[in-house]
C-alpha cells in the first residue's frame, strides 16, 4: 500500500507563486509516475503533469496556460514530487491532487487527500 502527502497550498493574491510538494511512502520498489492533477467543486479532476521514476515528464496537451507557468520536478528526498507554480490567476484556484502509479503491479493509482491553493 502507499500513501501520498500533499502541502504547500494556501492563499496567495494573483501574480504570486506557490510551490506544491507531495511525499509518497509505502512499499515502491519499482518504476512509477508521480502526477499532479487539480479539481475545481462541481467539475472533473484534470490532469496537470506528471514525472516518472526515469526522468520523463509528461504535460497535459490543452493546458499551455499551465505548462508556461507550472513546473513538475523531482523532490529532494525520495519518491517526492514538487509543482512550481508562477504568475497565478484566480482561475488556478481549486484542489491540487498528488497521484502515484506504479508499473509493476496490478494496484492503484494511489491519491494523497489534496492540499488547496485559493488565489485572489
Known amino acids: 500500500h502507499v500513501q501520498l502527502v500533499e502541502s504547500g497550498g494556501g492563499s496567495v493574491q494573483a501574480g504570486g507563486s506557490l510551490t506544491l510538494s507531495c511525499a509518497a511512502s509505502?512499499?515502491?520498489?519499482?518504476?512509477?509516475?508521480m502526477a499532479w492533477y487539480r479539481q475545481v467543486p462541481g467539475t472533473e479532476r484534470e490532469f496537470l503533469q506528471s514525472?516518472?521514476?526515469?526522468?520523463?515528464?509528461?504535460?497535459?496537451k490543452s493546458l499551455d496556460s499551465v505548462n508556461r507557468r507550472f513546473t513538475i520536478s523531482r523532490g529532494s528526498t525520495e519518491h517526492s514530487v514538487l509543482l512550481q507554480m508562477d504568475d497565478l490567476s484566480p482561475e488556478d484556484t481549486a484542489m491540487y491532487y498528488c497521484?502515484?502509479?506504479?508499473?509493476?503491479?496490478?494496484?492503484?493509482?494511489?491519491w494523497g487527500l489534496g492540499t488547496q491553493v485559493t488565489v485572489s
Open positions: 497521484k502515484i502509479i506504479l508499473f509493476c503491479t496490478p494496484w492503484g493509482p494511489f
Open positions: 509505502g512499499f515502491i520498489t519499482c518504476g512509477h509516475s
Open positions: 514525472i516518472d521514476s526515469d526522468g520523463s515528464t509528461h504535460y497535459a
